[in-house]
T-cell receptor, first 115, second 115 residues
Framework: AQSVTQLGSHVSVSEGALVLLRCNYSSSVPPYLFWYVQYPNQGLQLLLKYTSAATLVKGINGFEAEFKKSETSFHLTKPSAHMSDAAEYFC?????????????FGAGTRLFVKA | NAGVMQNPRHLVRRRGQEARLRCSPM?????VYWYRQLPEEGLKFMVY????????ESGMPKERFSAEFPKEGPSILRIQQVVRGDSAAYFC?????????????FGPGTRLTVL
């Protein structure tokens, strides 16, 4: 069964610094992978997704993620953090084991951005 | 094109009462998914429905919880005899009949508080 592990429940960076949020996945088939962002008391917004095309995926708000099959990783990065990036970030993988598909989410990483 | 709509956005119930959560998928979408997010946790899959069919309910608690997606009208997640542990945010997502690359579109969620 597919699963996702996010390393670090909380990450704190200074404004302008590199953002790196780590995600490792487990999948028996080539996966579809996603990063979502959730602002307080809101729903989930899709940041980017990997669907077996280019291994470096660019998303919204300056975020990107690189699929590394050898490391089973899909880490999310942004070169320069902005205060507005403070939110909860979820890595996810799609699971087709039950005749349809569902999304399996990691536990989330809360990003804090310091002025 | 309106996004996924959920109502109510906030719901307060006393222990033992029933909670009904509604989800209207995006126009043209015939697949609906329900997820639950407990405080400080990621989203957990509950159930996947197509019109008039439950495809995968592997994440649904065995008792008190039920879901439907009738031919006409919104999808309903019903929780009978609510308990304090049911307090959570419940998110609905939808996808088109042939979901492209497993993309789901999420609603803003219903936050259930059980007193």
């Amino acid at each position: 069964a597919q699963s996702v592990t996010q390393l670090g429940s909380h990450v704190s960076v200074s404004e302008g610094a590199l953002v790196l949020l780590r995600c490792n996945y487990s999948s028996s088939v080539p996966p579809y992978l996603f990063w979502y962002v959730q602002y307080p008391n809101q729903g989930l917004q899709l940041l980017l997704k990997y669907t077996s095309a280019a291994t470096l995926v660019k998303g919204i708000n300056g975020f990107e993620a690189e699929f590394k099959k050898s490391e089973t990783s899909f880490h999310l990065t942004k070169p320069s953090a902005h205060m507005s990036d403070a939110a909860e970030y979820f890595c996810a993988v799609s699971d087709h084991s039950a005749g349809g598909f569902k999304t399996i989410f990691g536990a989330g990483t809360r990003l804090f951005v310091k002025a | 094109n309106a996004g996924v709509m959920q109502n109510p956005r906030h719901l307060v119930r006393r222990r033992g009462q029933e909670a009904r959560l509604r989800c209207s998928p995006m126009k043209g979408h015939s697949h609906v998914y329900w997820y639950r997010q407990l405080p400080e946790e990621g989203l957990k899959f509950m159930v996947y429905l197509q019109k008039e069919n439950i495809i995968d309910e592997s994440g649904m608690p065995k008792e008190r919880f039920s879901a439907e997606f009738p031919k006409e009208g919104p999808s309903i997640l019903r929780i009978q005899q609510v308990v304090r542990g049911d307090s959570a945010a419940y998110f609905c997502a939808s996808s088109p009949p042939r979901p492209a690359e497993d993309t789901q579109y999420f609603g803003p969620g219903t936050r259930l508080t059980v007193l």
